[in-house]
């Protein structure tokens, strides 16, 4: 079966320090992979997805970036972190068939604290 | 652009009615759309898909439609119970077979025993 790993899963962070979130995925071959944010009370935001090694695709312009350096590995990176990157960092899984991509399979989260 | 609305932020009600969630779009037209429930401090989980084509879809005591004249999918529980409490979602890709998602902001619902 599959299953989606996240790390930390809480984390406290001064303003303009350095950010790495990690997401591995094992069960699954070529998955595409997400990265959210959910701010508190607030829906989910899509930051990046990957359909592939090395293609990311950015929804909204920030200071964070993303990498996919192997198929099942997903790291979110920020160089300085802003006070208003606080929030509840979920990555996801999904795959893509024959009639579209199907449901998303999210990990438990990292909640980010910046102070 | 496209946007999914859920038109109550909060939704109050007696354990063993149906709680009857709203979801719209504007701006586009999905191939399918999603629901998940989300519990405080965890990732959403999947409930059910429902495809352009499909009316209505079942899953136990969850039921949802899809009517694209209205733009709008209906998302039920029946014979609720407090352990249906949490925030419910919509999402859909932005367009036929993209492999991004759109999300809906979310209803909480409570059942109140």
């Known amino acids: 079966s599959q299953t989606i790993h996240q790390w930390p899963a809480t984390l406290v962070q001064p303003v303009g320090s350095p950010l790495s979130l990690e997401c591995t995925v094992e069960?699954?071959?070529?998955?595409?992979l997400y990265w959210y944010r959910q701010a508190a009370g607030r829906g989910l935001q899509l930051l990046f997805y990957?359909?592939?090694?090395?293609?990311i695709s950015s929804e909204v312009p920030q200071n964070l970036s993303a990498s996919r350096p192997q198929d099942r590995q997903f790291i979110l990176s920020s160089k300085k972190l802003l006070l208003s990157d606080s929030g509840f960092y979920l990555c996801?899984?999904?795959?893509?068939?024959?009639?579209?991509?199907?449901?998303?399979?999210f990990g438990p989260g990292t909640r980010l604290t910046v102070t | 652009s496209q946007k999914i609305e859920q038109n109550s932020e909060a939704l109050n009600i007696q354990e063993g009615k149906t709680a009857t969630l709203t979801c719209n779009y504007t701006?586009?037209?999905?191939?399918?759309l999603q629901w998940y429930r989300q519990d405080p401090g965890r990732g959403p989980v999947f409930l059910l898909l429902?495809?352009?084509?499909?009316k209505e879809k079942r899953k136990e005591r969850l039921k949802v439609t899809f009517d694209t004249t209205l733009k709008q999918s209906l998302f039920h529980i029946t014979a609720s119970q407090p352990a249906d409490s949490a925030t419910y979602l919509c999402?859909?890709?932005?367009?036929?077979?993209?492999?991004?998602?759109?999300f809906g902001p979310g209803t909480r619902l409570s059942v109140l025993p």
């Open positions: 996801a899984w999904s795959l893509t068939g024959m009639s579209g991509t199907y449901e998303q399979y």
């Open positions: 069960g699954t071959s070529n998955p595409n």
């Open positions: 990957s359909v592939g090694i090395g293609q």
């Open positions: 701006n586009y037209s999905p191939a399918y």
């Open positions: 429902i495809r352009e084509n499909e």
């Open positions: 999402a859909s890709p932005p367009d036929n077979y993209g492999q991004n998602f759109v």
